[in-house]
């Protein structure tokens, strides 16, 4: 029989994630995928993909987050994203501090109290520079992969200033810089500082409180982490699957349940 319990969903602008967590709150069972744009239809696998696990869903409370939980009607209940990243990462962590959690098209600055409340937050939706994207769209001009940006980026000292904030005209000016003749990787290390130092002047707004803690899919990349730490002046704390951290959230409010 399977020992999941309680079941989270995180609907994201980029992907989607599942985590099933056992009767004691820890990860049973967790599946990723790039969000498609039938949404409906993904969820609907997702759900199997579950059941294939589980066995029959009836009786296993599910709660739903992210920009799409909207359309999960088979969601016990849905709760935000916000509220979900800081359960998930205090549940890991076991402390307060400031959380900042870079996702594919938005990211957030979330500050967490002792006890594990949002007392504070910021987000930017409004805009691709400051997520993941901004990255993912520049590294792709330069046919640089997802996972190849930060490591490439860390393998130069020097670096170049990218001057736009924008993410279109990042682009242009990326174009511009190869025809210059400077290398990629000091590019990519440009448009490394141009996020975090975007991230920093987010965190000025919440108010930075120690310690400082990532999550998100950008959370993987190795240059981010690193330059956000030179930024600020601050270690970063990172979970154990940052990228799961809004599905295990919500799984922990269905446990609840
Ligand atoms: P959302 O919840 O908004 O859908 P995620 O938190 O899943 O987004 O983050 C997705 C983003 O994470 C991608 O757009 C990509 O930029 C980034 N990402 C994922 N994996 C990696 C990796 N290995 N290295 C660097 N960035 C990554």
């Known amino acids: 029989m399977s020992k999941i319990q ?7 602008s980029t992907t989607v994630k599942m985590v099933g967590l056992d009767a004691e709150g820890e990860m049973a069972w967790h599946f990723l995928e790039q969000a498609e744009p039938l949404l409906e239809n993904q969820i609907a696998r997702f759900l199997e993909r579950a059941r294939n696990v ?6 296993i409370p599910l709660v739903a987050t992210g920009y799409g ?3 999960v009607n088979q969601a016990t209940r849905t709760v935000t994203e916000i509220t979900c990243h800081a359960r998930g990462i205090y549940r890991e962590l076991g402390h307060g501090g ?20 949002v007392i ?18 520049t590294a792709s001009r330069l046919k640089v992969s997802l996972d190849r ?17 924008c993410t279109v005209f990042a682009e242009s000016e990326v174009i511009s810089l190869i025809a210059h003749g400077v290398s990629i990787a000091s590019i990519l290390r ?22 400082l803690m990532l999550s998100g899919g950008v959370a993987q990349n190795p240059a981010i982490r690193q330059m956000l730490e030179e930024e600020t002046g601050q ?13 295990c959230g919500a799984a922990l409010f269905a446990l609840d349940a």
């Open 120 to 137: 504070d937050f910021t987000m930017n939706d409004k805009c691709a520079a400051g997520t993941g994207r901004f990255l993912e769209n």
């Open 149 to 165: 940006m930060g490591p490439e980026a860390l393998s130069v000292s020097d670096e170049v200033s990218i001057s736009s904030t």
């Open 98 to 117: 400031t959380l900042v959690d870079i996702g594919g098209q938005d990211s957030k600055v979330i500050g967490i109290s002792p006890q594990g409340k």
């Open 6 to 12: 309680a079941l989270g969903l995180d609907v994201g």
């Open 190 to 211: 440009g448009l490394h500082r141009s996020l975090v130092k975007r991230m920093v002047s987010m965190i000025l707004t919440v108010g930075l409180t120690p310690p």
């Open 54 to 59: 589980t066995g029959p869903l009836d009786g």
């Open 235 to 247: 270690k970063i704390i990172l979970p154990h699957y940052p990228q799961l951290m809004g599905a």
């Open 69 to 71: 939980r909207g359309l």
